[in-house]
């Protein structure tokens, strides 16, 4: 969603996070980072796999959204973007592409994809859920692998291939996001320091874990391979819903429960993305509803406590 592994054959994956040592000021945030035009090898990955994507810090991110899937969280309607996104990136090493990857799943698909991605050699890295009260019951699945990019579009494919063919149709109203959203995005980006990007009905602030350095096998794990922090906003200004996930180094872990507690915020998931990894990176999925300046403040809350116990390091896999 990165480090230093053990042994080189074990696989890494990387997620989200944010340091609130790299909060600046709003009127000094960064806009995001432009798209490039997508290298001849990435290319070919777009088509074999017959998905969308694009091309930015140096890493191919590939889209696999779940707009098949109508998704309610505790009766609320979540669109796509919400944090039914799921893809896979690739980032170029020394001597080889790193794949990374998370796969949203209905609990019928979980154990297919698992084997289709262990029968060709990817390793799945954790399991897990985002949300409590979801119907119906989505599964997140975390990916890694070594290997040209090609290789690995020929391996991960199978098991793509199998997300989504038996799901029900959608209902539109759960995934419609067309229509421009009531929220009031610029507030929300002030308190929360930093901006974000519109999709649909949904507002999502991502900020990437600079402050960590990871790479492997030469290729640097940034905010576009995982590791970032995040939260998606959806609804009114006075009724809006929160979902999101926080990076953290284990010092860091009961620092960013309290804050989210204390501001009336659900933990819902805490787990790791990758294996092997030193120091330990911690995810943390969360979930709130309310006025969306209050769940804009406890994002806040929760960033304002990573990046403190100056465990800033630049790691690599030999």
């Not at 799901?167 to 901006?195: E, R, V």
């Not at 872990?253 to 805490?270: C, N, Q, S, Y």
């Amino acid at each position: 969603m990165k480090t230093r592994f053990e042994r080189g054959d074990r696989m890494t994956r990387s997620c989200v996070t944010l340091t609130a040592g790299a909060v600046v000021t709003f009127a000094a945030l960064a806009m995001p980072a432009r798209a490039q035009d997508v290298p001849a090898p990435y290319k070919e990955v777009l088509t074999t796999l017959g998905k969308q994507g694009d091309f930015k810090d140096g890493v191919l991110k590939v889209n696999i959204p779940r707009n098949d899937v109508a998704v309610t969280v505790k009766g609320v309607k979540t669109p796509t973007p919400f944090g039914f996104g799921g893809w896979v990136a690739f980032g170029k090493g020394t001597s080889m592409d790193v794949m990374m990857g998370d796969l949203v799943l209905l609990q019928d698909e979980v154990n297919p994809v698992m084997s289709a991605l262990l029968q060709n050699g990817i390793d799945v890295t954790a399991l897990h859920n985002h949300f409590f009260g979801d119907e119906p019951r989505m599964f997140y699945m975390h990916v890694h692998a070594h290997g040209a990019p090609m290789e690995l579009a020929r391996k991960v494919k199978p098991a793509l291939d199998l997300i989504g063919k038996s799901s029900p149709p959608p209902a539109p109203t759960a995934t419609s996001g067309s229509a421009a959203p009531a929220l009031d995005t610029a507030k929300l980006a002030q308190i929360a320091g930093h901006q974000g990007e519109q999709s649909g009905a949904v507002y999502k602030i991502t900020v990437g874990r600079d402050d960590l350095k990871l790479a492997e096998m030469g290729a640097p794990i940034n905010a576009r391979m995982g590791l970032n922090t995040w939260a998606a906003f959806v609804g009114t200004n006075d009724n809006a819903a929160i979902a999101g996930d926080v990076a953290m180094v284990a010092s860091e872990v009961t620092p960013v429960l309290k804050a989210l507690r204390e501001h009336g915020m659900d933990v819902v998931a805490i787990h790791h993305h990758m294996t092997g990894t030193q120091p330990t990176v911690f995810f943390l999925h969360y979930w709130a509803t309310g006025p969306a300046d209050k769940l804009a403040g406890g994002f806040r809350a929760a960033l304002d406590q990573l990046g403190h116990d100056g465990a800033k390091s630049s790691r690599s896999v030999k």
